[in-house]
């Protein structure tokens, strides 16, 4: 897609292409879709980022809880969104055995009741072992911490998913 395109989209166009850079909340994208053009991808970023940092803790714990666990029960039943079902099968979850599903499925809920929204990492460069260290260890942080490591992972996977978008090579991000 060049920058031309990009920025001509119509307002319903935009918000198909874009609306899943944060995973289900393609009112970023609607908001975005105001402030065009944009220079490029790292303008677009920005943009995005921008608005998930401007909002009050509520809203920012909002975004968070619009992503499904990882290899919960959105993944078994087949509901995840195309990009989520991308990352979770490149961090090898789409095929966890039943003892690893369920050991995932107890640190998950552990994780939720402590925090309120569901554990998020940017899965793609992950790998099964590591989502579970990683949720065993962030189990112990601090909430606000958390709350910080959570909305960069977010930034994460919003940029991955933008870089596809405008088929930039992810290395450089
Ligand atoms: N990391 C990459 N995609 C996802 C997702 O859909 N949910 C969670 N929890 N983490 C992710």
Avoid: W
């Avoid at 970023?28 to 970023?45: H, V, Y």
């Avoid at 920012?60 to 499904?68: A, D, K, S, V």
């Avoid at 940017?122 to 072992?129: G, L, P, Q």
């Amino acid at each position: 897609m060049d920058k031309k395109k990009k920025n001509s989209m119509d307002f319903g166009e935009f918000v198909d292409v874009f609306g899943n850079v944060i995973e289900r909340c393609p009112l970023i994208a609607a908001k975005k879709k105001t402030q065009r053009p944009f220079s490029d991808l790292e303008d677009l970023k920005k943009h995005f980022f921008a608005f998930i940092d401007a909002l009050p803790q509520a809203g920012q714990e909002g975004i968070l809880r619009c992503h499904p666990d990882l290899a919960g029960s959105e993944l078994r039943r087949g509901t995840l969104t195309a990009e989520s079902q991308r990352e979770q099968s490149a961090a090898g979850l789409t095929s966890l055995g039943a003892d690893e599903r369920l050991r995932l499925a107890e640190l998950n809920a552990q994780y939720r009741a402590r925090f309120g929204f569901p554990f998020v990492l940017a899965a793609r460069f992950s790998d099964r072992a590591a989502v579970s260290r990683e949720l065993a260890r962030r189990l112990l942080c601090p909430s606000a911490q958390e709350l910080r490591t959570a909305l960069g992972e977010v930034k994460k996977i919003g940029s991955l998913r933008l870089a596809d978008l405008l088929r930039a090579d992810p290395a450089k991000l």
